[in-house]
C-alpha cells in the first residue's frame, strides 16, 4: 500500500511539468494548413530584434538595455557584456540587431538603439566585434541628428543591401514636421556603408541643407524593414497615426509624405489630406486602416514552410501576430492575418528555415513556427 501511495505521488507530481510542456506547443490552422506554434524561451524582457549566428544560437536585443544568446533549446544567457548605455523610456531602448554580411570572417554586429545625450534621445547603431559571447570595439557608427525629448518614434531596423551598404530606419520621434526637413534625420531612411561613412551615390550627397545620409523622407515610424530578395531592393513598412500603416519601396531622393498626406487621422480626430490629393509625392503599395501597428518585416525564401515561399512577413502588434501578404512583383496579392495571442515585435525566417517571431511582453516570447507536419 506504501508504495502505491508513493506511485501515486510521483504520478500526480510529475503533472504540472507535462502541463507545462504541453502548453509550450499549438497548433495553428491557416490557409495554407496546419502549423506548430513552439515557445522556444518565455523568459525574455520585451525583446525587439533577432539575429542568427553561424552555430545556431541566436542574439536577441531586449528593449530595456540587454543583449541575450538564446539556444535553439531555448537556454538564454546572461546579458552579453560590452553594450552601449541605452535610453530606455517609452518606446526607446535596444532596438535592433544584425550580422555583418561577411560575419564568419570579421564577427562584426551593429546594434540600433536609442542613444541618450544632450537635448534628450534619438536613434544611433553601433558596431562592433562578437567574440567569446562579449562585445568588443563598440563603435557608433549614426547618430540621427538632432536628439529631442520624448519616448516616441525612434524606428528601427537594420537592413543591409548586396551592395555590402546598410540601411538605417528611423522614425520623426513625434515632431511631425521634421520628416520633411532635409537638413535633420527625423523621419528618414538613412543610407551608410559599413563603417558609418556616406556612400557617393546617397540622393543628397553634395545638395546644400541636406544630410548626405538620407535615402529616403516624409517617414512617420518605420519599424520593419528587408531587402527583397529576388529583386534587391529594400521594402519598408511604417506605422500611421489613427490609421493608415503603410508598406513602401523606399526609392532614392523619395518623399513619402509624413505629415502632409497620410491614410489615417491624427489622434484627436483632425483629418489629413489623403495621399492622392499630392500626386508629387511618392505613395504607398498597400495601406491598413485600422491599424495593424507593423513590427518587423521578413521575405520567406526557405523551404520548410514551401506554401509560404515568397511571401512577405509582417509582425503585428496591434494585430497580434503575424500579417502574411502574397505578391506578384511589387503588387500585393492577398493577406492572411495568422494570430499568436500577443504583440509581436518582430518577424524573421531562421537558418532552419522555420520562421521565429518575437512578442512584445514582458514575459517575453520566442516563437519559432513550422509546419505541423514534416513536408514529405
Same mark, same amino acid.
Request: charged fraction near 25%; hydrophobic fraction near 40%; glycine fraction near 12%.
Given at each position: 500500500?506504501?508504495?502505491?501511495?508513493?506511485?501515486?505521488?510521483?504520478?500526480?507530481?510529475? /503533472?504540472?511539468?507535462?502541463?507545462?510542456?504541453?502548453?509550450?506547443?499549438?497548433?495553428? +490552422?491557416?490557409?495554407?494548413?496546419?502549423?506548430?506554434?513552439?515557445?522556444?524561451?518565455?523568459?525574455?524582457?520585451?525583446?525587439?530584434?533577432?539575429? #542568427?549566428?553561424?552555430?545556431?544560437?541566436?542574439?536577441?536585443?531586449?528593449?530595456?538595455?540587454?543583449?541575450?544568446?538564446?539556444?535553439?533549446?531555448?537556454?538564454?544567457?546572461?546579458?552579453?557584456?560590452?553594450?552601449?548605455?541605452?535610453?530606455?523610456?517609452?518606446?526607446?531602448?535596444?532596438?535592433?540587431?544584425?550580422?555583418?554580411? +561577411?560575419?564568419?570572417?570579421?564577427?562584426?554586429?551593429?546594434?540600433?538603439?536609442?542613444?541618450?545625450?544632450?537635448?534628450?534621445?534619438?536613434?544611433?547603431?553601433?558596431?562592433?566585434?562578437?567574440?567569446?559571447?562579449?562585445?568588443?570595439?563598440?563603435?557608433?557608427?549614426?547618430?540621427?541628428?538632432?536628439?529631442?525629448?520624448?519616448? +516616441?518614434?525612434?524606428?528601427?531596423?537594420?537592413?543591409?543591401?548586396?551592395?555590402?551598404?546598410?540601411?538605417?530606419?528611423?522614425?520623426?520621434?513625434?515632431? #511631425?514636421?521634421?520628416?520633411?526637413?532635409?537638413?535633420?534625420?527625423?523621419?528618414?531612411?538613412?543610407?551608410?556603408?559599413?563603417?558609418?561613412?556616406?556612400?557617393?551615390?546617397?540622393?543628397?550627397?553634395?545638395?546644400?541643407?541636406?544630410?548626405?545620409?538620407?535615402? &529616403?523622407?516624409?517617414?512617420?515610424?518605420?519599424?520593419?524593414?528587408?531587402?527583397?530578395?529576388?529583386?534587391?531592393?529594400?521594402?519598408?513598412?511604417?506605422?500611421?497615426?489613427?490609421?493608415?500603416?503603410?508598406? +513602401?519601396?523606399?526609392?532614392?531622393?523619395?518623399?513619402?509624405?509624413?505629415?502632409?498626406? &497620410?491614410?489615417?487621422?491624427?489622434?484627436?480626430?483632425?483629418?489629413?489630406?489623403?495621399?492622392?490629393?499630392?500626386?508629387? /509625392?511618392?505613395? &504607398?503599395?498597400?495601406?491598413?486602416?485600422?491599424?495593424?501597428?507593423?513590427?518587423?518585416?521578413?521575405?520567406?525564401?526557405?523551404?520548410?514552410?514551401?506554401?509560404?515561399?515568397?511571401?512577405?512577413?509582417?509582425?503585428?502588434?496591434?494585430?497580434?501576430?503575424?500579417?502574411?501578404?502574397?505578391?506578384?512583383?511589387?503588387?500585393?496579392?492577398?493577406?492572411?492575418?495568422?494570430?499568436?495571442?500577443?504583440?509581436?515585435?518582430?518577424?524573421?525566417?531562421?537558418?532552419?528555415?522555420?520562421?521565429?517571431?518575437?512578442?512584445?511582453?514582458?514575459?517575453?516570447? /520566442?516563437?519559432?513556427?513550422?509546419?505541423?507536419?514534416?513536408?514529405?
Amino acid at each position: 500500500m506504501r508504495l502505491r501511495l508513493l506511485l501515486i505521488a510521483c504520478l500526480f507530481a510529475a /503533472l504540472p511539468a507535462a502541463a507545462s510542456a504541453q502548453g509550450k506547443v499549438r497548433t495553428l +490552422n491557416t490557409d495554407t494548413g496546419s502549423i506548430r506554434v513552439t515557445i522556444v524561451t518565455d523568459r525574455l524582457e520585451h525583446p525587439w530584434g533577432v539575429a #542568427f549566428l553561424p552555430d545556431g544560437r541566436m542574439l536577441v536585443t531586449e528593449r530595456p538595455g540587454r543583449l541575450r544568446i538564446v539556444t535553439a533549446e531555448g537556454e538564454v544567457s546572461a546579458p552579453v557584456k560590452g553594450v552601449p548605455k541605452v535610453f530606455a523610456q517609452g518606446q526607446g531602448g535596444f532596438l535592433d540587431v544584425a550580422l555583418d554580411p +561577411n560575419f564568419a570572417d570579421n564577427r562584426l554586429v551593429y546594434l540600433s538603439f536609442a542613444e541618450p545625450g544632450p537635448g534628450g534621445a534619438s536613434t544611433a547603431v553601433a558596431r562592433a566585434k562578437f567574440e567569446n559571447d562579449a562585445l568588443t570595439g563598440v563603435t557608433v557608427i549614426f547618430r540621427q541628428e538632432p536628439k529631442v525629448s520624448g519616448g +516616441n518614434h525612434f524606428g528601427s531596423r537594420l537592413a543591409f543591401a548586396p551592395d555590402g551598404n546598410l540601411f538605417v530606419t528611423t522614425g520623426e520621434r513625434f515632431e #511631425f514636421e521634421p520628416a520633411q526637413d532635409l537638413s535633420v534625420d527625423l523621419g528618414k531612411i538613412v543610407r551608410i556603408r559599413p563603417d558609418g561613412k556616406i556612400p557617393d551615390d546617397n540622393p543628397f550627397v553634395g545638395q546644400k541643407n541636406a544630410r548626405p545620409e538620407i535615402w &529616403s523622407y516624409g517617414h512617420r515610424n518605420v519599424e520593419g524593414a528587408a531587402i527583397n530578395p529576388e529583386t534587391g531592393v529594400l521594402w519598408a513598412h511604417e506605422m500611421g497615426p489613427r490609421g493608415g500603416d503603410e508598406l +513602401n519601396i523606399p526609392q532614392a531622393g523619395k518623399n513619402y509624405g509624413w505629415p502632409l498626406v &497620410s491614410w489615417g487621422r491624427h489622434y484627436d480626430g483632425r483629418p489629413i489630406p489623403d495621399p492622392p490629393t499630392r500626386p508629387d /509625392l511618392a505613395g &504607398s503599395i498597400r495601406h491598413w486602416t485600422p491599424v495593424i501597428s507593423p513590427s518587423g518585416m521578413a521575405f520567406y525564401t526557405g523551404s520548410l514552410l514551401p506554401a509560404w515561399r515568397g511571401n512577405l512577413l509582417i509582425g503585428g502588434l496591434t494585430a497580434r501576430g503575424i500579417v502574411r501578404l502574397t505578391l506578384d512583383g511589387e503588387k500585393v496579392t492577398g493577406e492572411e492575418r495568422i494570430s499568436l495571442g500577443a504583440r509581436t515585435r518582430d518577424v524573421r525566417q531562421g537558418t532552419d528555415g522555420a520562421v521565429y517571431a518575437l512578442t512584445d511582453e514582458e514575459n517575453g516570447k /520566442l516563437l519559432r513556427i513550422e509546419p505541423a507536419r514534416a513536408p514529405e
